[in-house]
Nanobody, 133 residues
Framework: QVQLVESGGGLVQAGDSLRLSCSAS????????MGWFRQAPGKGREFVAS????????????SVKGRFTISRDNAKNNAKNTVYLRINSLKPEDTAIYYC??????????????????????WGQGTQVTVSA
């Protein structure tokens, strides 16, 4: 069974930095593009960042470019893989639940090397980030 578990959220002050982690297990996620999304109170889910299977391609939402950095650590034995989201210069408007997601690509090499803002198949439960002014 696919499992994505986010961690690293919390209550921080504006200007602080934070690193979120997403631990993926259950399948060979080292071959999957992965992404981060967020949902602020009363708003829809927003694309934040994505990364291709080997980290060669990344993509960011317009509202986070320059402050957010996505990266990944693919375990050699595929037992566990981790995706990170580094957030610098946090702002109150970054307050949201942050979700990790994985996209199943099968044998589609084009899909694996992509870093899309949509089309994700598996989702974590989310981690809350609250930024105080």
């Amino acid at each position: 069974q696919v499992q994505l578990v986010e961690s690293g959220g919390g209550l921080v002050q504006a200007g602080d930095s934070l690193r979120l982690s997403c631990s993926a297990s259950g399948r060979t996620f080292s071959s999957y593009p992965m992404g981060w999304f967020r949902q602020a109170p009363g708003k829809g889910r927003e694309f934040v960042a994505s990364i291709s299977w080997n980290g060669g391609s990344t993509n960011y939402g317009d509202s986070v470019k320059g402050r957010f950095t996505i990266s990944r650590d693919n375990a050699k034995n595929n037992a566990k893989n981790t995706v990170y989201l580094r957030i610098n210069s946090l702002k109150p408007e970054d307050t949201a639940i942050y979700y990790c997601a994985a996209r199943y690509c099968g044998d589609d090499y084009g899909c694996k090397t992509d870093s899309p803002a949509y089309g994700y198949d598996y989702w974590g439960q989310g981690t809350q980030v609250t930024v105080s002014a």
